[in-house]
Nanobody, 128 residues
Framework: QLQLVESGGGLVQPGGSLRLSCAAS????????IVWFRQAPGKEREGVSC????????DYADSVKGRFTISRDNAKNTVYLQMNSLKPEDTAVYYC?????????????????????WGQGTLVTVSS
C-alpha cells in the first residue's frame, strides 16, 4: 500500500518556524516528484511547492517564496518543507503528494499530472 505520512505541524507564533516532513511507506520516493499543498479553512487547496525526484529542481508559490524551502533525502525516503517567517495566513492543513513522474515543473509552475499517493495532512496554526 502506497502511503505518505506528514508530520511536524503545530502551533507557532507569527515569525516562527516549522519543518514539515513527508515520509513514504510501501514505495520509494526516488522516482517521484513531490508536491506540498495546503488548504485553509473555507478556501480552496493551494499548491505550495514542489521538488523533482532528484531534488535538483524546485518551485514555490509566490506567497511563500523566500520563506519556505523544500528539500528531500531519498536515502530516508522523506521530503521536507522548512517554513520560516510564518504568517497567520499560512495557517492551513498541509498535505504532501507524490506524482508518478519525476519532474512536474512546467513554465516555472508545479503541475501535478498523475498522483500516486497522498498524505492525510498536518495542521499548521500560526497565531499569537
Amino acid at each position: 500500500q502506497l502511503q505518505l505520512v506528514e508530520s511536524g505541524g503545530g502551533l507557532v507564533q507569527p515569525g516562527g518556524s516549522l519543518r514539515l516532513s513527508c515520509a513514504a511507506s510501501g514505495f520509494t520516493l526516488d522516482h517521484n516528484a513531490i508536491v506540498w499543498f495546503r488548504q485553509a479553512p473555507g478556501k480552496e487547496r493551494e499548491g505550495v511547492s514542489c521538488i523533482s525526484a532528484s531534488g535538483g529542481s524546485t518551485d514555490y508559490a509566490d506567497s511563500v517564496k523566500g520563506r519556505f524551502t523544500i528539500s528531500r533525502d531519498n536515502a530516508k525516503n522523506t521530503v521536507y518543507l522548512q517554513m520560516n517567517s510564518l504568517k497567520p495566513e499560512d495557517t492551513a492543513v498541509y498535505y504532501c503528494a507524490a506524482d508518478k513522474i519525476p519532474y512536474i515543473i512546467v513554465q516555472r509552475t508545479c503541475v501535478m499530472t498523475s498522483p500516486a499517493a497522498w498524505g492525510q495532512g498536518t495542521l499548521v496554526t500560526v497565531s499569537s
